[in-house]
Structures are given as structure tokens and as C-alpha cells.
């Protein structure tokens, strides 16, 4: 395990994951959040971003955080291992009520509110983004991919699991 994908919808806990397995594999952590948005809550273009994830995605390793449907094919060929946080809708919307008002680390500012366009992510992630992943998953039979179903599938994997790095 040394190229990291961890995937899932909006809310479903995949930064927090993601830091705990950094913690656990010493390897690099990047958020895609964090390289997508400013600051002031505007983006960067996407050939700006397409090239900043192009450069995380030729190091030796590293764990990338985020969903952001239009790049999963390419990091999922450039990964070994993906983590798909395949949690309910309404665990995922608990997940986005739950952070306003959080500081975090995967993002450059602090939610003072909910953000109707997330709402409607997580309400058609089902629907849209999932059965892309499914169909990319099956494409590329040689990742390995690892399904949690709930948080404490995930925090006991992160508890015993083993992760070679």
C-alpha cells in the first residue's frame, strides 16, 4: 500500500479516515479540498487543479482525500489501494450537519452554514456518482479495494488493521 485513494461521499467521514491512516502509514496526506479551494471560498481553475493533482499523483506514494468524480479514473490507475466509504445517505447527511461550525483540516475555512449544493450532492451520490465508481472498480480488477459499510467497520480496520507501506 503505497498510492491511497480514499473515496465516498460528501459526509461520509473520508478526511477523517484519511488522517488516521496517515497517522498510522506515515504516508503523505493530500486533500483535495484543500488544493481545489482558496481561502475566500473561490477555486482554482481546473487546469490549475488538474496539474497540482498531477503532480501528487506521479510521487512514489501518498494518500489522496476526496471525492471529485471527474478525476476518478485517473487516480484510480495510478492507485494500488482505494478505501470506499459506501455509508448511507443519511449517515452522510448527519456527516455535513455535523460539521458547521468545525474547524478542519481538509478545508481552508470553517462552514457557518449548510451548503445547499452539498445537501443535493449527498442526496444523488447514489444515483450518480456511485455507479461510476462501481463501473471503475470492476475496469480495473488489479486495485485493491476495500469497502467499508459503516464508521465502525472503518475505525476497526484502522484499530487492526495491519497496512504494509
Known amino acids: 500500500m503505497k498510492k491511497v485513494l480514499v473515496l465516498g461521499c460528501s459526509g461520509s467521514g473520508k478526511s477523517t479516515f484519511s488522517i488516521k491512516l496517515q497517522k498510522k502509514t506515515k504516508l503523505p496526506l493530500y486533500h483535495l479540498?484543500?488544493?481545489?479551494?482558496?481561502?475566500?471560498?473561490?477555486?482554482?481553475?481546473?487546469?490549475?487543479?488538474?496539474?497540482?493533482?498531477?503532480?501528487?499523483?506521479?510521487?512514489?506514494?501518498?494518500?489522496?482525500?476526496?471525492?471529485?468524480?471527474?478525476?476518478y479514473e485517473n487516480r484510480i490507475k495510478a492507485c494500488d489501494t482505494i478505501f470506499f466509504l459506501d455509508y448511507g445517505e443519511n449517515v452522510c447527511m448527519d456527516g455535513i450537519i455535523g460539521r458547521v461550525g468545525?474547524?478542519?483540516?481538509?478545508?481552508?475555512?470553517?462552514?457557518?452554514?449548510?451548503?445547499?449544493?452539498?445537501?443535493?450532492?449527498?442526496?444523488?451520490?447514489?444515483?450518480?456518482?456511485?455507479?461510476?465508481?462501481?463501473e471503475l472498480f470492476s475496469k480495473?480488477?488489479?486495485?485493491?479495494?476495500?469497502?467499508?459499510f459503516n464508521r465502525e467497520e472503518a475505525e476497526k480496520w484502522i484499530a487492526e488493521g495491519q497496512p504494509e507501506v
Do not use: C
Open 102 to 134: 468545525q474547524e478542519r483540516p481538509d478545508m481552508p475555512w470553517t462552514e457557518s452554514e449548510l451548503d445547499p449544493e452539498l445537501v443535493e450532492l449527498v442526496q444523488n451520490y447514489e444515483h450518480k456518482n456511485k455507479p461510476k465508481l462501481m
Open 33 to 71: 479540498d484543500n488544493i481545489w479551494w482558496n481561502a475566500d471560498r473561490t477555486h482554482i481553475s481546473r487546469d490549475e487543479f488538474d496539474a497540482s493533482l498531477a503532480d501528487v499523483v506521479k510521487r512514489d506514494t501518498w494518500i489522496i482525500d476526496g471525492d471529485y468524480s471527474r478525476t
Open 140 to 148: 480495473y480488477p488489479d486495485k485493491n479495494v476495500i469497502t467499508f
